[in-house]
């Protein structure tokens, strides 16, 4: 089970907005909406960002967005902060009762 | 609040066996689909085993196929990941997590802290 393709690391300086992308196949991401990120701050378990491609839970800040193209998926992070500092995780439905996490993507606010 | 609390992990030998725990609190147990996800150290996440709300439909990574169990007792709002035959590539934070709704393929929208299990002689 092939993990999807993330970045292993963007970076970007306060305020400044960064996209991390996550690419599948016509298999996961492109043949479903849902696609989801996850944060995680080291030591600390994940938390989700965005859902069903482009839907953020209650108390998840609106500088995070979700969108997709095709087979890859991206998330952007508007206005970037110290505490956005983390590492991000794509998830795709993949059909016959599978998903599959990304690679996930090392994000550093300089 | 809703609150999962894993247990049972710790150091094993190869061929061994471990049962992890799960107590869930804040919500409705029972009306939740329920997966176990893990992470290897340094590395990424790799789902392992969703269960139904009810227990009666599991699935499978196929790296721990006939070797995981994972079962729930809605009663006792637990969830349970039975773990035979370990290898070392096994060796992982292991999480459980709670679905947005009955789907087994929903969203994680709220995870355990982990628990560490370590396969090695």
Redesign the interface.
């Known amino acids: 089970q092939s993990a999807l393709t993330q970045p292993a690391s963007v970076s970007g300086s306060p305020g400044q907005s960064i996209t991390i992308s996550c690419t599948g196949t016509s298999s996961d991401v492109g043949g479903y909406n849902y696609v989801s990120w996850y944060q995680q701050h080291p030591g600390k378990a994940p938390k989700l960002m965005i859902y069903d491609v482009t839907e953020r839970p209650s108390g998840v800040s609106n500088r995070f967005s979700g969108s997709k193209s095709g087979n890859t998926a991206s998330l952007t992070i508007s206005g970037l902060q110290a505490e956005d500092e983390a590492d991000y995780y794509c998830t795709s439905y993949r059909g016959s009762a599978t998903s599959v996490f990304g690679t996930g993507t090392k994000v550093t606010v300089l | 609040e809703v609150q999962l609390l894993e247990s049972g992990g710790g150091l094993v030998q190869p061929g061994g066996s471990l049962r992890l725990s799960c107590a869930a609190s804040g919500f409705t147990f029972s009306s939740c689909a329920m997966s176990w ?1 893990r992470q290897t150290p340094g ?5 392992v085993s ?1 269960i139904s709300r009810s227990g009666a439909t599991t ?1 499978y ?3 721990v196929q006939g070797r995981f169990t994972v079962s729930r007792d809605n009663s006792k709002n637990t969830l349970y990941l039975q773990m035979n035959d370990l290898r070392a590539e096994d060796t992982a934070v292991y ?1 459980c997590a709670k679905a ?1 709704g009955y789907n ?6 709220c ?4 628990t560490l299990v370590t396969v090695s002689s």
Request: aromatic share 22%; net charge negative; hydrophobic share 35%.
């Open positions: 996800v590395k990424g996440l790799e789902w969703p699935y990574a196929d790296s999480y947005d087994l393929w929903r969203p994680l929208d995870w355990g802290q982990g």
